[in-house]
C-alpha cells in the first residue's frame, strides 16, 4: 500500500516493504539471521522503502496473522524460511491459507526440481518443495532449483542466505520501485549529548530530510554518525550544509565519513 501523504504531483512515488522471518531457530538464537541486513541494503538500492521487520515461529496462527496485518500495510511482504522438505515447514500452507487457496504441488516446480534430481529421488519430502498455493507465480532458484513463489504482494523466500540472495535478485525485475533514498554521514568528535541540541534544530529547520544519530566509541573516546536522508540530492545537500553550520558555530570538530570507512 503506497503512503499518498508523502506523494504528491512534485514528488516520485514511495514504495513499501515489510520482512517477515520464520523459524524457531531464529527465534530459539541457534540460527543468526543474516538475511534482514542483505534485503535491507537491497530494497534501499532499489527504491523501495523498509518499513517493518517481524519474527514468528514455525506457527501456522501466527505466520497467517503476521501476513494478514503486513500485506494490507505495504507494497511487499518479503518472507524468509520454512519452504524446505522437513514437516516444520509450513510457510506455503501457512501463506495459502491466508490468501484463501488451495496448495498443492505445481507441475513447474516439479520441472524445475528434475532438473537436479531423478524421478526416484522425488521423494515425499522433497515434493513438498514443489507445493505452490494455486494462483502464485514462480521465483527461481538457480542455487537448488527449488523456487519460492509471489502471490499478491507477498514474496516467499528460502531461509539459506545464498538461496535467498538468488531468489531475490531473481524475483527483483518484477517489483515496483519508487523514490531512492539517498544518504550522507557526519561523523562528529563529541559525546551524543552535546551534540543533541544542534541536531534538533537542524532537523526543526528541515522536515523533508531524515536526520538520525547513531553514536559509539572511537580510540576510546565517545563520538556520533549523524545520518541524512533523502531522495532530492540538492536538499540532501543543504541540509547537510546547515547541520555543518551549526556543528561548527558549536565548536564541534566534524568530517563527512561513510560509516563502514572507520
Given at each position: 500500500m503506497?503512503?499518498?501523504?508523502?506523494?504528491?504531483?512534485t514528488q516520485p512515488e514511495i514504495v513499501t516493504a515489510a520482512i517477515l522471518v520464520i523459524g524457531d531457530e531464529i527465534?530459539?538464537?541457534r540460527t543468526k539471521d543474516k538475511n534482514i541486513g542483505t534485503i535491507a541494503d537491497h530494497l534501499t538500492a532499489i527504491g523501495i522503502r523498509l518499513r517493518e521487520v517481524r519474527v514468528v515461529a514455525d506457527e501456522e496462527a501466527d505466520i497467517i496473522a503476521a501476513l494478514d496485518a503486513l500485506r494490507g500495510r505495504y507494497d511487499y511482504v518479503f518472507t524468509t524460511g520454512g519452504i524446505g522438505p522437513t514437516h516444520d515447514d509450513i510457510t506455503a500452507d501457512a501463506v495459502a491459507k491466508a490468501f484463501g487457496v488451495s496448495i498443492d504441488v505445481d507441475p513447474r516446480a516439479r520441472a524445475m526440481l528434475r532438473e537436479r534430481l531423478s524421478e526416484a529421488d522425488l521423494t515425499p519430502a522433497r515434493l513438498r518443495m514443489a507445493r505452490i498455493p494455486a494462483g502464485a507465480e514462480l521465483v527461481d532458484n538457480p542455487v537448488s532449483r527449488a523456487p519460492g513463489f509471489f502471490i499478491g504482494n507477498v514474496i516467499v523466500m528460502a531461509g539459506v542466505p545464498r538461496i535467498m540472495e538468488a531468489m531475490l535478485a531473481s524475483v527483483t525485475p518484477r517489483l515496483?520501485?519508487?523514490?531512492?533514498?539517498?544518504?550522507l554521514s557526519l561523523h562528529v568528535d563529541a559525546p551524543e549529548g552535546t551534540i543533541a541540541p544542534h541536531l534538533s534544530a537542524a532537523q526543526d529547520d528541515n522536515r523533508d530530510v531524515q536526520m538520525g544519530s547513531y553514536p559509539y566509541f572511537e580510540n576510546g573516546r565517545p563520538a556520533v554518525y549523524l545520518v541524512l536522508r533523502a531522495t532530492d540530492p540538492a536538499r540532501l545537500e543543504q541540509a547537510a550544509q546547515a547541520l555543518e553550520a551549526r556543528l561548527t558555530g558549536g565548536g564541534l570538530p566534524h568530517e563527512r565519513r561513510a560509516p563502514d570507512a572507520t
Open positions: 503506497t503512503e499518498t501523504p508523502e506523494t504528491t504531483a527465534l530459539s538464537g515496483r520501485t519508487g523514490a531512492k533514498l539517498l544518504s
